[in-house]
């Protein structure tokens, strides 16, 4: 399927379909942080039935909450609008959009439309640029009018409402390579600001009894939150998304099982091969283990990693890039490309240098770089 099929296919899934993509590609950190912030939600308007330990959620606010409360009640508005406003921080989704319709807002807060369009607004307003947009398009365009580009204006305005395909049909060939470039000045969601957060884990896989067992990151849901209207799309998506990962790991455990158990070979494996074997589309695939780690006996490793090309002898370029790591990391003294070569072809693996050479640079592993971070740790 080319590009454009591709963007007019996606213009036509259902909103509960594309949030269950959102709720698929999002990695485990970020999947828990949703989690905590429907919590948050949901205990706001069902106190009794959803319980909250406010001790241990209150260090997982995000520090750009308090900023927004604070330039929102530097506004002058309505006492109501700008409460209102600061009850939507709430449904601020983990990357700053909230999805969430005015429609069902307003249901949730037994109020009308036209009151959580204003505080919406308000909340627009603030900074980061984008906050609040009710989807990445609509982000592009409030940093189009920031920016103060009508041309910038109109067309992001019109891929709100229209697929990308159809827009840029309209233009010609050098005017959408211009106007693409364009576009990419302006960033899908709002720039929250960066808070380091650790990797977490999708799973951990290990050996029992010779026999691998895997266990896997969970969420505290509650299956009788199903009967809250507030709580059904994503805890549906939230399974479909963990069906989705296991058959995934399932597949991956059987191709790549001499890994799991500790030896440092994969298989040839593609999204496609496993498509077949999950019965899903080669795109749902890759949007799933994007972003995603698993914990092995080899330590932290990207599920992508686990996907894997062959060289022309017939080995992974990901496990080759590994043992030249190794062999830098417990030598006592620098080692050449063509000394690495030697130690590859010793170990059976023919390797050119200068592919060496590449993967070297690849991993920052150059003679030029190492001593940098050297001078540099010195320094500090």
């Known amino acids: 399927m080319d590009q454009r099929q591709e963007q007019t296919q996606q213009m036509t899934l259902s909103a509960s379909q594309q949030y269950q993509l959102h709720v698929l590609e999002q990695p485990a950190a970020e999947l828990e942080e949703e989690w905590r912030r429907l919590k948050r939600r949901l205990h706001r308007h069902y ?5 909250l330990e406010v001790e241990q959620m209150a260090g ?16 002058s508005v309505r006492q109501e609008i700008g409460y209102m406003a600061e009850q939507l921080i709430v449904y601020l989704e983990a990357d700053g959009l909230l999805r ?14 036209a009151t959580i369009t204003e505080a919406r607004t ?18 592009q365009w409030l940093q189009a009018i920031e920016l103060d580009d009508a041309e910038l204006i109109g067309l992001t305005n019109r891929l709100r409402h229209e697929s990308a395909s159809q827009v840029f049909a309209q233009f010609s060939e050098q005017d959408r390579t211009r106007l693409r470039k364009q576009l990419t000045r302006l960033s899908r969601t709002p720039d929250l600001p ?12 290990h050996l029992l009894d010779g026999e691998l067992q895997i266990d ?9 939150w199903l009967e809250l209207k507030e709580a059904t799309p994503f805890l549906r998506a939230y399974e479909r998304r963990r069906v989705t990962m296991h058959a995934i790991l399932s597949v991956l455990l059987e191709r790549q099982e001499r890994w799991f158990k500790g030896e440092l070979h994969l298989e040839p494996l593609t ?19 994007a972003s995603k780690y698993v914990e092995t006996v080899h330590g932290l490793v990207a599920l992508e990693d686990l996907f894997v090309s062959r ?7 990901f496990l080759i890039k590994r043992r030249i790591a190794e062999y830098i990391q417990h030598s006592d003294r620098p080692l050449s490309d063509q000394q690495l070569t030697d130690r590859l072809q010793a170990d059976g693996l023919t390797v050119a240098r200068r592919t060496v050479a590449k993967y070297r640079a690849a991993l920052g592993l150059t003679k030029k770089t190492m001593q940098q971070r050297k001078a540099q740790s010195e320094w500090d």
């Not at 106190?47 to 319980?51: A, C, K, T």
């Not at 896997?216 to 009788?224: E, G, I, S």
């Not at 999204?271 to 283990?289: L, W």
């Not at 060289?311 to 370029?317: L, P, V, Y």
Request: proline letters at 4%.
């Open 100 to 113: 969430t319709s005015d429609e069902q807002l307003a249901a949730s807060f037994s109020t009308d439309v």
């Open 311 to 317: 060289t022309t002898t017939g080995d992974s370029s």
């Open 47 to 51: 106190p009794n039935q959803v319980s």
């Open 194 to 205: 960066k808070e380091e957060r650790p990797v977490t884990a999708e799973a951990r896989i």
């Open 271 to 289: 999204k496609k091969q496993v498509a077949e074997a999950t019965g899903h589309h080669p795109s749902t695939i890759g949007r799933a283990i």
């Open 122 to 139: 308000l909340l627009q307003q603030c900074e980061p640029v984008g906050i609040a947009a009710r989807s990445e398009r609509e982000c």
């Open 60 to 75: 997982h606010l995000a520090s750009y909450e308090d900023e927004l409360l604070a330039q929102i009640r530097l506004e």
């Open 216 to 224: 896997w990151m969970t969420l505290d849901t509650d299956q009788t």
